[in-house]
């Protein structure tokens, strides 16, 4: 128990055992259960699991059935992570008392959220978590958008994007404000380690989820989750779409160490024009209308910005 | 075992996903494991698919790549070989098709009607423009 899995490529990985069953109630070619089974499956450890209200949680615990085949609690909207949190601290309690019946076995303590219940509506439980240091894992399935309750914006959705609370049309091009720097505000509490992952590059993120495993304290993960319901694409292009949010730099991969030491941990050989990224979905259609289409082009300069920033940051080590 | 009406269950209950006891889950085939009526493995949503995908093993080359990419664990795999799809989970999303490396696929969608042998073997030939 609590050794690392050793899973040097993709065969060796598909001989895993998933802790994570069909039948649940996701629409056919969501990210979200992609990334899940991914996160599981990048341990054989016990998981002590939590999800926030959303569309995971909705759909994988549809009474009178669970999708899990591990522990796992839901409470409330905004109480993922506190609730593993809380199991976590009972752990530790009662592992000090010596009143665990297994205390050899080394359980992970996982909670999964949205954008909606990481960004805006549990942000202040997560933060406590980071700063109280629990030695959990936060995983946002980032799909920039209140999917469950059908599309309303979050501080996640980007720029020029239509959500039902920020509608496209004659007077407005969607979402005005642009997405909120999650992964920053995580790493400014000091954490041992935060990082952005993608499905489409599943080596990528089964190393950084084996080290959030492999520290003390606090780790937090935003995933990026292409939501074919909101995002507006066909179901079959969920991962052409995890391929271009990369390969554009729209969802750059990298990590944060200790809160400050930044690496890039994915150079795309062909940095493909944003221009793509948009076009393949119905939430960003109206940009291509004339009027809106200055919109692309800051699109592009904001996303070159942020690119040339982690950069800067990844050299100067601080 | 009898199954229990959405009355008939505790306020609060713990739902089991697996009768009896169980050391190591992940050390545990799916095909081995005694789950329990509360596990939504035992359900099927074969009923959502209009379209379905065929595997032709013929072409497959074992990279895993429809594996690890399908959302809904349908793709059966085993000691590193694709065996085959598992047709009371999936959702026919086609997700397993478009990230399939080889030439021809060894996954296509059809019909949820269609006839796997016949389309097996009416299988489409190399695509020498792709490659
Ligand atoms: C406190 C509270 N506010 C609002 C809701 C209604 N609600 C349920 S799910 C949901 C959207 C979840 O969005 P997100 O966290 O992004 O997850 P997603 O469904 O997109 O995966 C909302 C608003 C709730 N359940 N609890
Ligand atoms: S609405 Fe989006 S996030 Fe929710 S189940 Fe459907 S595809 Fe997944
Ligand atoms: S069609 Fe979708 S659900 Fe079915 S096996 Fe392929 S990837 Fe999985
Ligand atoms: S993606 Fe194609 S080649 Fe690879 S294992 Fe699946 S069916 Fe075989
Ligand atoms: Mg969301």
């Known amino acids: 128990m609590s050794e690392i899995k050793n899973i040097k490529n993709l065969k060796e990985f598909s001989t895993s055992a998933d802790r994570f069953e069909g039948a649940n109630l996701l629409c056919p070619g969501c990210a979200h259960s992609i990334i899940v089974r991914e996160v599981l499956n990048a341990t054989n450890d016990d998981m002590v699991l939590s999800a926030s209200t959303g569309c995971l949680e909705v759909c994988t615990a549809v009474y009178p059935y669970t999708s899990w085949d591990a522990s796992w609690i839901h409470i409330g909207f905004e109480n993922s992570s506190t609730a593993v949190a809380g199991a976590e601290t009972m752990h530790k309690v009662l592992k000090r008392k010596g009143r665990l019946k297994q205390p050899d076995r080394n359980p992970k303590f996982v909670s999964f959220a949205g954008d909606g219940a990481?960004?805006?509506?549990?942000?202040?439980?997560?933060?406590?978590?980071?700063?109280?240091?629990?030695?959990?894992?936060?995983?946002?399935?980032?799909?920039?958008?209140?999917?469950?309750?059908?599309?309303?914006?979050?501080?996640?959705?980007?720029?020029?994007?239509?959500?039902?609370?920020?509608?496209?049309?004659?007077?407005?091009?969607?979402?005005?404000?642009?997405?909120?720097?999650?992964?920053?505000?995580?790493?400014?509490?000091?954490?041992?380690?935060?990082?952005?992952v993608s499905p489409n590059k599943w080596k990528d993120m089964v190393k950084k989820i084996q080290h959030g495993f492999s520290v003390e304290g606090p780790v937090f993960i935003n995933a990026v989750s292409p939501c074919t319901t909101e995002w507006k694409f066909d179901p079959k292009d969920t991962m052409h779409l995890a391929d271009l949010a990369t390969d554009t730099l729209v969802f750059p991969l990298y990590e944060i160490i200790d809160g400050r030491e930044l690496n890039i941990t994915y150079r795309p050989k062909n940095v493909i024009p944003v221009e793509e990224y948009l076009a393949a979905q119905g939430r960003f259609k109206h940009l291509f209308k004339d009027e809106y289409k200055y919109l692309i082009k800051e699109w592009q300069e904001r996303v070159d910005a942020q690119w040339a920033y982690l950069q800067r940051r990844e050299e100067s080590r601080v | 075992m009898a199954k229990k009406g959405w009355d008939e269950f505790e306020i609060g209950a713990m739902l089991r996903t697996f009768d009896g006891k169980i050391d190591d889950i992940a050390g545990t085939r799916q095909e081995d494991r005694a789950y329990s009526q509360n596990s939504s493995y035992t359900a099927s949503v074969a009923d959502w698919r209009l379209i379905k995908p065929v595997f032709n093993k013929d072409y497959c080359i074992d990279c895993q790549f429809c594996w690890i990419y399908c959302p809904d664990v349908s793709i059966v795999s085993r000691d590193k070989k694709l065996i085959g799809v598992d047709m009371d989970h999936c959702k026919g999303c086609g997700i397993c098709v478009e990230v399939c490396p080889t030439n021809p696929k060894s996954l296509l969608m059809f019909p949820e009607q269609a006839d796997e042998e016949t389309e097996i073997a009416n299988w489409p030939k190399k695509d020498e423009e792709e490659a």
């Not at chain 1, 980071?130 to 996640?156: C, F, K, P, W």
């Not at chain 1, 959500?163 to 992964?183: I, Q």
Request: hydrophobic share 30%; with cysteine.
């Open chain 1, 118 to 196: 990481s960004y805006d509506i549990g942000f202040q439980w997560i933060s406590g978590c980071m700063e109280r240091g629990h030695n959990i894992m936060h995983v946002v399935l980032d799909n920039e958008v209140y999917a469950n309750t059908g599309g309303q914006r979050s501080s996640s959705t980007p720029i020029g994007s239509s959500a039902t609370t920020s509608p496209a049309g004659k007077v407005s091009y969607g979402e005005k404000k642009n997405k909120k720097d999650l992964m920053g505000i995580m790493a400014a509490h000091g954490i041992p380690y935060a990082a952005q």
